[in-house]
């Protein structure tokens, strides 16, 4: 039995200390044992190598970081599910009776999920309502949300909302690839943002120590354990990825336009993943750009993703980091979703003595870097990359040394046990 991470017990606490809070306020003091709730984590993910490859069914390299989401849930049979995030302040209510009616009614989900604070509703909400078309029985009560992965930075909170929310009120829900098809459909479907299937996968299959060789084509994978002595660094540029969805979107379309032009041309393509690198310079005539830049990218991060497993595997760090730069790069120049902190994030860190490579994580536009290191030395590359930034006046920018952490799961009464939470 794999153990559960310190860190993700602490969030489980809270989210059942603040279950605990709700029913008290509301009036509803109900004394519960730990047996009587379903508490579930879910981490957030950091991608190592292959930005905006997932969507080309292509590879990616992500790792779970022991930053997490937990639902509590204290069942109930009112057939209500009522919610609660504890970090936005903010409640609602699902009736199971009409999740039909909602489905089919997009101005009721609007007023149920409407404006950009109430997102998180439209992504739990949208979970729900999937499994309920998915025939997984869906219980009802009361349900308290908490989480420690900082929002919009990159780290995927929302794929973790997700599935902790999957996990804690689907009956028999278990952390499967299906799992992670019915998320990322509910981010899709209901909130309206196009991901992969990098950032659910990861959260739901990840293992402790090991990144995901994930093949986004097929949804399959191998787990690559991270070299000994080796650290994780992510750093917040403390830019908010606002336009992300709408260039995300952007990107998506684009390479949508590219692959029409390609299949004209050269026959059957699904997806990028089915371009070799070795045949750009035969279809460099046929694409206008910036098209021909951004599938420059997506093949030559593919590619690179598959080279970096091997070099993970075989514990060449120095080669490792030098993909990660260049994957960096091409995010920069040819997928252009980089930005002024993130470049001066990666230049200032890869300057260190001990680190091995650096470059964005998620979407891009803001959010997080993540830098792959020797253990020992956190200080030089704080000190680094914080004097780089004060040299431009910019607010310091926000360090978090992170583990690979296991998958999501539901804690049983023996994680519960000894963790605290018996004794709430
Ligand atoms: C976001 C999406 C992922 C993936 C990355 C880019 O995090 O949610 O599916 O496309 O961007 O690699």
Redesign the pocket.
Known sequence: MTVPEPGSIAVARSAVEGLRGVLRDSGRSVEFQSADIRVSVAPGRV?LL??????NEGF?LPVAVDRFVSCALYPGDTGILEFHSLDLGDSFQLDLASLDELRDDPDRFDELAGGCRAMWRRYVAGVILEMDEAGIPVVSGIAAITGNIPIGS?L?SS?ALEVSVYLACGKGAGATVEAALLCQRAENRWAG?P?????QYTSLLAEAGKAIFLDCRHLTCRHVPLPEGCAITVINSGIQRELADGE?RRRRLEIESALGILRKAVGPIAALRDLPAGDLAEVEDLLPQPLLKRVEHVVGAIERVEKGAVSLTLGERERFGELMVECHRSLAERYEVSIEELDLIVESAISVDGVYGARLT??GFGGCCVVFHREGCREELESAVAGAYRARSWKEPVFHHLSAAPGARVLNAEDMSGSGITEL
């Open positions: 991608n292959g930005g905006h490859t997932d969507y990616v990159g995927s794929a943002v991901c992969g299937i990098m950032d995300y998620g979407a």
